[in-house]
């Protein structure tokens, strides 16, 4: 005989000879409270909060391990950029590199202030991640400042200033993403002029690094879905691009 259910018997039989018990002696709101409470006692009905509970606590648990399994892909997607800047194969802009760093640094500030911080765990996570290409690349990558850069960059203080007018930081958010595209389409220029001297497992580990944050959210919003879906499609079409314009040369 299973004991965990003679156990659970046993409880259940002197719970109701007490609630009967109470119900015989108190007035009749007492009994109708105490009637509640023998019917919330019922076997059957603890099973389903115990089981609505329990998935609950999966649901939570998996989540958390989707979001802390972004931040690792898109922090080591880096690895092999930073090999290749090492071996001198790939020869990193530091300008628009530093300017990636300062726009996911304002998109993470901005969904901290609008409390979506799953969101931000992941933005942080990408900031790191441009963050070490920048201070690797000091030394072996190349600067290049040119007046789109510093329109970037500016056009990035511009959000800020916006978001703390209107205070929403949907709009900083939004501003990073436009600044953030237009800031991308040198590197698809020179990733489709010298395809050899970018990484592209690198950009299409950050987007499939994106593509799982978008599991670990609890709730989705405009605010929430916005970077990491950017993120996503703008490194899978830059690790594409690569990728085409390898084969194109190789023909040539």
């Known amino acids: 005989m299973d004991l965990c259910k003679v156990s659970s018997g046993r409880v259940e039989h002197t719970l109701y000879e007490l609630l009967n018990h109470l119900l015989v002696e108190y007035s009749d709101e ?9 019917k919330a006692c019922s076997s059957k009905t603890m099973m389903v909060q115990i089981e609505n509970l329990v998935y609950m606590c999966d649901i939570i648990e998996m989540k958390d391990i989707l979001l802390l399994l972004s ?6 997607a880096v ?3 930073i090999r290749d800047i090492l071996k001198g194969k790939t020869k990193p802009n ?17 969904l901290i202030s609008a409390n979506e911080y799953r969101a931000a765990f992941f933005t942080g996570a ?22 789109f850069d510093v329109m970037c960059q500016l056009a ?32 698809f220029k020179h990733s489709w002029q010298k ?29 929430n879905l916005s970077y990491p879906v950017y993120i996503m499609l703008v490194n899978i079409l830059m690790s594409a691009t690569i990728l085409t314009a390898r084969q194109r040369t190789q023909k040539q």
Request: net charge neutral; no cysteine; glycine share 6%.
């Open 126 to 147: 990408a900031g790191i991640a441009t963050a070490l290409v920048v201070i690797l690349g000091l030394r072996h990558g190349y600067v290049k400042y040119t007046k």
């Open 94 to 110: 530091i300008v628009s590199w530093l300017t990636w760093t300062l726009l996911t640094g304002l998109a993470t500030a901005a």
């Open 30 to 38: 007492a009994k109708s409270i105490l009637d509640d409470l023998r």
């Open 195 to 223: 395809p050899f001297e970018e990484t592209w497992t690198t950009f299409a580990w950050s987007g499939f690094g994106a593509l799982i944050a978008l599991f670990a959210f609890e709730s989705y919003s405009w605010t």
């Open 156 to 187: 990035a203080v511009v959000g800020l200033i916006l978001w703390q007018i209107f205070n929403t930081p949907l709009i900083a958010v939004y501003a990073a993403l436009t600044i953030d595209l237009i800031g991308a389409l040198p590197t």
């Open 71 to 76: 931040a690792v892909i898109t922090i080591s």
């Open 79 to 81: 690895i092999p950029y």
